[in-house]
Structure formats: C-alpha cells, structure tokens
C-alpha cells in the first residue's frame, strides 16, 4: 500500500516561491504518475503537474506552465513541486496523488497525502 505525506506548505506574499514536498512509502510501480492536485473551498481537485515514476517525464496544467516544476527523487521516494511567481489564486490546499492516466479524474486516482495549505498573500 503507497502511503504519500506532503510537507511545505505556508504562508508567501505574492511573487514569493515554495516548495512543496512528497514522501511516498510502498512500492510505486515504474509506470505510476506522481501528481499535485489543489484543491479550493467548495471546489473539486484540480491537477497542477505530475511526472510519470519511471522516464521522469512531466505533465503540466496551463496555468502551472513556467511558473510550476514538478521533480522526483527515485532513490530517496520523494516528489517535489517548486512554486515561483506564487499569486493569491494559488492559494488552496495543494494533495500529492498517485494514479496511472492523466485522463482520469481524481476520483480514480489510487493514493491521496492529508493535503498541505498554501496561502499566498498580496
């Protein structure tokens, strides 16, 4: 059973950075996706990047695209999400998620982390 924990989140002024943090526990098969989802109040989660296990190659939503890296750490089982330009709309409670299709809603992803906070100030 994948077990994912997420640290990092805070509180950041706009055009601050953070990076958020994923440990993943369990064997994740070469072909898993890691992904960040956000979440905001009342809303359903969202996909912000994800990076396929195994080749290491990324996926982006359009509005992560140059302000968002998604990175992994094979060795270590950790996935990383770097946040530049951080504006007040990104604020929302940011999930690390483990799946296998970038097409499937987040119903259908396997593994959930509690969630990290993000808020991001004017």
């Known amino acids: 059973q994948v077990r994912l924990v997420e640290s990092g989140g805070g509180s950041v002024q706009s055009g601050g950075s953070l990076r958020l943090s994923c440990a993943a526990s369990g064997g994740i098969l070469s072909s898993s996706i890691l992904a960040w989802f956000r979440q905001f109040p009342g809303k359903e989660r969202e996909f912000v990047a994800g990076i396929r296990w195994g080749y290491g190659t990324t996926n982006y939503a359009d509005f992560a695209k140059g302000r968002f890296a998604i990175s992994r750490e094979k060795a270590e089982n950790m996935v990383y999400l770097q946040m530049n330009s951080l504006k007040p709309e990104d604020s929302a409670l940011y999930y690390c998620?483990?799946?296998?299709?970038?097409?499937?809603?987040?119903?259908?992803?396997?593994?959930w982390g509690q969630g990290t906070q993000v808020t991001v100030s004017s």
């Open positions: 998620a483990r799946g296998s299709s970038y097409y499937a809603g987040p119903s259908s992803w396997t593994n």
